[in-house]
Nanobody, 123 residues
Framework: QVQLVESGGGLVQSGGSLRLSCKVS??????????MGWYRQAPGQQREWIAT???????NYADSVKGRFIISRDDPESTVALEMNNLKAEDTAVYYC???????????????WGQGTQVTVSS
């Protein structure tokens, strides 16, 4: 069983910073954690992708957060973090961690999701 657990959300003023963290845990040894990323969902809106840290070390960002957010990854700790700077009211959303994980050799990779953490930016 694979679980992704986020932490670090909260309330911050516009222009401030927050750091989100997500840890992957499993009941056994995982074969491979490929890409890890972050998504967010604001009230009444669809979930949107915001950043990915791929297995080959490349990072990609949505235009809405490029230059303000930084995604990082610690493979030995099976964690991915999102440093969010210069936060704006429109960044308010529930943030979800995503992992593309292969649990055993030869099995297909699949997406796993965290439970979400609320980020609220006051203007």
């Amino acid at each position: 069983q694979v679980q992704l657990v986020e932490s670090g959300g909260g309330l911050v003023q516009s222009g401030g910073s927050l750091r989100l963290s997500c840890k992957v845990s499993a009941s056994g040894t995982l074969f491979d954690i490929n890409a890890m990323g972050w998504y967010r969902q604001a009230p009444g809106q669809q979930r949107e992708w915001i950043a990915t840290f791929s297995g080959d070390g490349t990072t990609n960002y949505a235009d809405s957060v490029k230059g303000r957010f930084i995604i990082s990854r610690d493979d030995p700790e099976s964690t991915v973090a999102l440093e969010m700077n210069n936060l704006k009211a429109e960044d308010t959303a529930v943030y979800y961690c995503n992992g593309r994980i292969t649990t055993t050799r030869g099995s297909p990779s699949r997406d796993y999701w965290g439970q979400g953490t609320q980020v609220t930016v006051s203007s």
